[in-house]
């Protein structure tokens, strides 16, 4: 039974900081591609960040400088480190894991599994 679980989310207010979790359960990530989306009320999922089995990252341009994506194997837990959030950074946000190899890019990578979502509310 694969399962994703996030955590961490909440409400700051614009220019704060906010750190997302994602644990995983039923398979180790570390051979997996893993990503973070997020979806607006009224928009599209969007692919945020992605971080490849050899641990190389990628970000969409919105949040290029801005977030980081990491992970911890010994945890099988991934994380998402938001710096210098805005009010359109406010949306659900997902973890996902790529398990059938090929591209590991926000815009790109084939998702497996999603958790959840916790949610990120930046008030300006």
């Known amino acids: 039974q694969v399962q994703l679980v996030e955590s961490g989310g909440g409400s700051v207010q614009a220019g704060g900081s906010l750190r997302i979790s994602c644990v995983a359960s039923?398979?180790?990530?570390?051979?997996?591609?893993m990503g973070w989306f997020r979806q607006a009320p009224g928009k599209e999922r969007e692919g945020v960040a992605a971080?490849?089995?050899?641990?190389?990252?990628s970000y969409a341009d919105s949040v290029k400088g801005r977030f980081t994506i990491s992970k911890d194997h010994a945890k099988n837990t991934l994380f998402l480190q938001m710096n210098s959030l805005k009010p359109e950074d406010t949306a659900m946000y997902y973890c996902?894991?790529?398990?059938?190899?090929?591209?590991?890019?926000?815009?790109?990578?084939?998702?497996?599994?999603w958790g959840q979502g916790t949610q990120v509310t930046v008030s300006s």
């Open positions: 039923g398979y180790s990530m570390s051979t997996y591609c």
């Open positions: 971080i490849d089995s050899d641990g190389s990252t």
């Open positions: 996902a894991a790529g398990p059938g190899g090929g591209s590991c890019h926000p815009h790109s990578m084939g998702v497996g599994y």
